[in-house]
C-alpha cells in the first residue's frame, strides 16, 4: 500500500518545525514515531499534502524529574518508557503500561507523545495521563498554551491540539510519598488494541486516600477520566467498600461498544474488576509493596 | 517531487531519489532488488518486514525511506559474511527454525538484536522479544530453540578472541 502523495519536511529545531506547520495550517500533519500515522497514511484514512517530521530535531527525547513536575519530551519513545528505571521506582502506572503498548518492534519506534496526540479511543497513554492528572505543552508559532489532559480528548481521534501546534511537552505531577500506581489491561494477544484497560494513580495520607486517578481505555468514544469514582475516595479510608463503590462507579463512567472483544455488559465486567484490582494493587505499592 | 536520500544499506552506501511516499519496504525491494526483506501483512502486524535501523528492529513496511536518510540499515543479505552464514542462520538452518521460510528474515534481524542487548536470555526473554514477528508454520519452537543456539554459539565465539588477548597479555 502507498501513502497519497505529499511533501516530505524533516526540520531541525522546533522553530523551523512550527513555522513550517504555520505555513500549512489543516495540510500540515507532524510525524514522530510514525506508527499509527504511517498506517493510516497507507490505508488513506489521512492525506496530508505536507509530513513534518520532528524525527531529526535533537533534544526531544527526554525523561526528566524537575521543580515537582515529571517533564516527558515528545521523542521519548514507548521502548524507552518499558526500560526506564525511574518510570519503574516512582510511576508504575507508567511502567506497567509501556510494556502492553502494541508490541515490541513498534514500541522501538513508536512516541508517548504521539500515541497522545493521536488519541485513539483504545490508545493506552491517554488513559495514564488522566489518571495522573497531567498537562500538555502545546506550542505554535503564536505561543505556547497548557491543556489538562482531561481537556484535552473531545472524541475519537479529536484533541485540543491545533494543526499547527506540536505536543512539545507531557507534564506529570512528580510522586509524592505514599504514592503507588498500576495499569491493567485486558487484550486477546500481543498486539492487539485493548478490550478494556484501567490506570489507577493513588496517593495515601495517613492511612486514607490523599488523590486518586483513575482512567478507562476502549470502553467510550475516548479515553475516560471516571471522577465520581475518584471523588467517591477521596479521604476515605481504602477498604473493600470504598473499593467496591468506586469500581461500581468507573463501570457506570465506561461507555463501551459490543464487537468482536466482547460485549457492553462484559467490557463493564471488567472495568469494574480492574478498577478494583488497580485500587489493590496500587494501594500496596503506595505503601512500599510490590 | 524526488527526494535525494543516501542510506547505508548493509555497509554499502545507497543513494537514490525516491518519492517521500515510498516505504521503506519498497526501496529495499524494489529500488534496491533486496528482496530478502518480506511484506507480509502491510498493516504493522505481522514483523515480517523488519529491518535494523541503526541496530534496532523496525517495521520497515512503517517507515518511509526518506527518513532512513543518513542511517545505516541491515537487511537479511547483509547477515552473509565471506560466504559464511552468521551464526542466527546457521542456527535456524541446524534447529529447524523455519517451514516456508517467510517470516524467516524478520525473526533472525529482531533475534540478532535481542542478543545484542541480552547475550544470555531465557526461553521467555525470546518469546517476549518476538512477540512482534509472526509465524504461521513452527508454532515457534524451534525458532526459541534457534535462538537459544546461536546465543551459545556467540558468546563462545566471542569468548575466543578475548580469551586469545588474554592469554597474549
Known amino acids: ?67 515537582g513536575t515529571l517533564r516527558i519530551g515528545p521523542l521519548f519513545r514507548h521502548k524507552a518508557a518499558e526500560r526506564s528505571s525511574l518510570l519503574a521506582s516512582r510511576y508504575q502506572v507508567m511502567a506497567d503500561a509501556a510494556p502492553m503498548i502494541a508490541d515490541p518492534i513498534i514500541r522501538n519506534r513508536g512516541t508517548i507523545a504521539g500515541s497522545v496526540a493521536h488519541a485513539d479511543p483504545s490508545g493506552d497513554w491517554g488513559t495514564v495521563l488522566l489518571a495522573m492528572d497531567a498537562e500538555l505543552v502545546l506550542r505554535s508559532k503564536k505561543g505556547s498554551r497548557t491543556v489538562k489532559a482531561r481537556d484535552f480528548f473531545s472524541g475519537p481521534f479529536s484533541t485540543a491540539l491545533e494543526p499547527t501546534e506540536i505536543l512539545t511537552e507531557i507534564r506529570i505531577p512528580a510522586a509524592k510519598p505514599m504514592t503507588g500506581g498500576a495499569y491493567l ?8 488494541f485493548a478490550t478494556v484497560a484501567v490506570a489507577v494513580q493513588l496517593r495515601m495520607d495517613d492511612g486514607k486516600v490523599g488523590s486518586a486517578g483513575i482512567g478507562l481505555t476502549a470502553v467510550g468514544p475516548q479515553n475516560i477520566k471516571a471522577e465520581k469514582a475518584e471523588a467517591s475516595l477521596k479521604g476515605v479510608r481504602l477498604d473493600d467498600a470504598a473499593i467496591k463503590q468506586a469500581a461500581a462507579l468507573a463501570a457506570d463512567a465506561s461507555d463501551p461498544k459490543a464487537d468482536h472483544r466482547g460485549s457492553v455488559e462484559y467490557k463493564r465486567n471488567v472495568v ?19 | 517531487m524526488g527526494q535525494s536520500i543516501t542510506v ?75 560466504g ?86
Not at chain 1, 489491561?185 to 492487539?192: H, N, S, W, Y
Not at chain 2, 548493509?10 to 525491494?29: D, I, K, M, T, W
Not at chain 2, 515480517?48 to 541503526?54: K, N, Q, S, Y
Request: net charge neutral; with cysteine; charged share 25%.
Open chain 1, 1 to 67: 500500500m502507498l501513502p497519497a502523495p505529499f511533501e516530505y519536511h524533516a526540520p531541525r529545531s522546533v522553530d523551523e518545525a512550527l513555522d513550517l506547520l504555520d505555513q500549512f495550517g489543516d495540510e500540515g500533519k507532524v510525524l514522530a514515531g510514525g506508527q499509527s500515522l504511517i498506517p493510516l497514511l497507507k490505508l488513506r484514512f489521512a492525506s496530508p499534502a505536507h509530513l513534518v517530521d520532528i524525527n531529526k530535531i535533537k533534544d526531544l527525547d527526554f525523561i526528566e524529574e524537575r521543580d
Open chain 1, 272 to 290: 469494574r474488576v480492574f478498577t478494583e484490582r488497580g485500587l489493590k494493587r496500587a494501594s500496596e505499592r503506595a505503601r512500599g509493596g510490590g
Open chain 2, 8 to 82: 547505508t544499506v548493509n555497509g554499502e552506501q545507497r543513494s537514490a531519489e525516491v518519492e517521500p511516499r515510498l516505504l521503506l519496504v519498497h526501496f529495499l525491494r524494489e529500488k534496491l532488488r533486496l528482496t530478502g526483506t518480506h511484506i507480509g501483512c502491510d498493516t504493522t502486524h505481522c514483523g515480517a518486514c523488519t529491518v535494523l535501523v541503526d541496530g534496532t528492529p523496525v517495521k520497515s513496511c512503517t517507515m518511509l525511506a526518506v527518513q532512513a536518510d543518513g542511517q545505516q540499515v541491515t537487511t537479511v543479505e547483509g547477515l552473509l559474511t565471506g
Open chain 2, 84 to 169: 559464511a552464514l552468521h551464526p542466527m542462520q546457521a542456527a535456524f538452518k541446524e534447529e529447524h527454525g523455519l517451514q516456508c521460510g517467510f517470516c524467516t528474515p524478520g525473526m533472525m534481524l529482531t533475534s540478532i538484536a535481542l542478543l545484542k542487548d541480552n547475550p544470555d536470555p531465557t526461553d521467555d526473554d525470546i518469546r517476549w522479544a518476538l512477540s512482534g514477528n509472526i509465524c504461521r508454520c513452527t508454532g515457534y519452537m524451534n525458532i526459541v530453540k534457534a535462538v537459544k543456539s546461536a546465543a551459545v554459539q556467540m558468546k563462545a565465539a566471542a569468548a575466543v578472541p578475548a580469551a586469545t588477548a588474554a592469554a597474549r597479555s
Open chain 1, 185 to 192: 489491561k485486558l487484550e486477546r494477544k500481543v498486539g492487539d
